[in-house]
């Protein structure tokens, strides 16, 4: 079993910043894909952001150019730098984790409970 426990959500001005990080727990060693999506209620889940398993990164729609997603093998933690932050952002922020990545079929095998971002003025 692989626990994932997200932080760094919050409340943050139009044109602001967060940090989200994931931590991981357990056995992840056959777990090498990693990655970010959000969910808004009443819309699918989107993802945001991977890193596969080879260390290739993809960024998905508005998160181009400013989200940085990032790995830390030795902490067992990913990470988002999110930065010029508009409302269309606020959405729970979940962790994912699983063996190989795909963009055809469903990769994932556990998820985090989210982080919520708020962003407003």
């Known amino acids: 079993q692989v626990r994932l426990v997200e932080s760094g959500g919050g409340s943050v001005q139009p044109g602001g910043s967060l940090r989200l990080s994931c931590l991981a727990s357990g056995y992840t060693g056959d777990y090498k894909a990693w990655g970010w999506w959000r969910q808004i209620p009443g819309k699918e889940r989107e993802r945001v952001a991977a890193?596969?398993?080879?260390?290739?990164?993809t960024y998905r729609g508005t998160a181009k150019g400013r989200f940085t997603v990032s790995r830390d093998n030795a902490k067992n933690s990913l990470y988002l730098q999110m930065n010029d932050l508009n409302p269309e952002d606020t959405a729970l922020y979940l962790c994912?984790?699983?063996?190989?990545?795909?963009?055809?079929?469903?990769?994932?095998?556990?998820w985090g409970q989210g982080t919520q971002v708020t962003v407003s003025s």
């Open positions: 994912a984790i699983g063996r190989v990545y795909s963009d055809y079929v469903p990769w994932v095998h556990y």
């Open positions: 890193i596969d398993e080879n260390g290739l990164i």
